[in-house]
């Protein structure tokens, strides 16, 4: 009941979602994360992602790929997904900081987890995270998210890919789904 940890499916995984935020929270205002350079560009570009209440979940993928290529672009050795909800999570901290909250893998009722929903002034934004495996694997993204985006009877989701293809197109698009729209951002 009080465990921090449990075992699921041979992995050790957060017991419940109160503490995995904690959890996040406490390591994302260390000092340390705070200083790095994606915490410090999420601060300076804050003022830029929110109008009339709402977040502009849009150019905020636009903004992390940019800074993203600036600061870590050339060191994508080892990279895993968790980095990049790291990173995500750090750069959009600051910008929601006292408004709004995050959830990571949130779970729904059949079992599935999204990656990061973000609630804002009470609107939710649900942020998929994938690395790069071809465009197979892509597509499978986009279809879960659309999944997600009917479970939460939302129009609009965002996908953030990390690829490390040396011929990648960095960038925005916009992809229509099954009645759904998903902008991709390319990092």
């Known amino acids: ?6 075992e699921e499916n041979g992995s050790v995984v957060i017991a419940n979602r109160i503490f995995e935020t904690r959890l996040y929270n406490a390591i994302l205002t260390n000092k340390q994360m705070q200083k ?8 300076n570009d804050k003022s830029q992602f929110i109008s009339d209440n709402q977040l502009n979940m849009e150019l905020i993928l636009e903004k992390i790929i940019l800074h993203f290529n600036d600061i870590y672009g050339a060191k994508p050795d080892k990279f895993k997904e968790d980095d990049g909800r790291k990173l995500f999570l750090l750069y959009l901290r600051p910008i929601i900081n006292g408004t709004g909250n995050y ?12 990656d990061v929903i973000v609630d804002y002034l009470g ?12 465009d197979e694997y892509n597509t499978q993204g986009e279809k879960q998210l659309s999944e997600y985006l009917d479970y939460y009877h939302i129009d609009k989701g965002y996908l953030l890919s990390f690829n490390f293809n040396k011929n990648k197109q960095s960038g ?16």
């Open 103 to 114: 959830y990571i893998e949130a779970q729904t009722r059949d079992q599935r987890r999204t």
């Open 172 to 187: 925005m698009q916009t992809i229509e789904l099954n009645g759904r729209t998903i902008i991709e951002g390319i990092v």
């Open 36 to 43: 790095t350079s994606i915490f410090k560009a999420g601060e």
């Open 123 to 134: 609107k939710q934004y649900i942020i998929e995270l994938k690395i790069w495996h071809g």
């Open 1 to 6: 009941m009080y465990g921090f940890v449990k």
